[in-house]
């Protein structure tokens, strides 16, 4: 049919033929694409929901209510609370930071893998190891200007034993740990 009205002359007669011509090649040429490539179980394969970007394999989940009010709290907790303290503790050794919030940089960091505190403990990953990190943790702090921090324990870990002895030795010695247990 495209064939047949690209043929027709522009006489009076070919007047809608010439305003029919315009409307397709405006819809072909509007650089819109008018159906997206399908896979076979009707997935999209190569654009995620809103076309923007490369299909990843997990999407964050969207919020029902994209106008969601977002506490005054929420919104400042990052400023009035700037640093974190972050515990990992594995069958080997023992390691700590603070970071800051909004800059995601480490202002310091201790960990029993290091060259200085292992000559010195007997094991890297008891309770003396602990107690030593949140020692070192909180002198290398304090010369960051750094005197306090907030701690949430992940969702596996429990408040108790080695962690806990950690934050424990960082607020013997001076810094003040806000815990946040859910």
Do not use: W
Request: aromatic share 8%; net charge positive.
């Amino acid at each position: 049919m495209l064939k047949r009205i690209c043929c027709m002359p522009y006489t009076n007669g070919g007047e809608k033929s010439k305003f029919l011509l315009q409307a397709i090649t405006r819809h072909i040429h509007s650089g819109e694409a008018r159906c997206s490539a399908r896979s076979f179980f009707g997935v999209e394969d190569f654009v995620d929901d809103d076309n923007s970007r490369p299909y990843t394999y997990q999407k964050e989940k969207k919020s029902k209510n994209p106008n969601k009010h977002i506490s005054f709290k929420q919104r400042t907790i990052a400023y009035m609370e700037p640093f974190t303290l972050d515990v990992f503790i594995s069958k080997r050794f023992v390691s700590a930071s603070l970071t800051h919030r909004v800059t995601s940089r480490q202002v310091a960091v201790a960990g029993t893998n290091s060259k200085d505190i292992k000559a010195a403990l007997q094991s890297r990953s008891d309770i003396p190891a602990c107690l030593a990190i949140g020692r070192i943790l909180s002198e290398r702090a304090r010369e960051a200007d750094v005197y306090t921090a907030s701690y949430t324990p992940r969702e596996r870990d429990k408040f108790e034993g080695k962690i806990r002895a950690v934050v424990q030795s960082l607020i013997d010695n001076g810094i003040d740990v806000k815990i946040y247990l859910d």
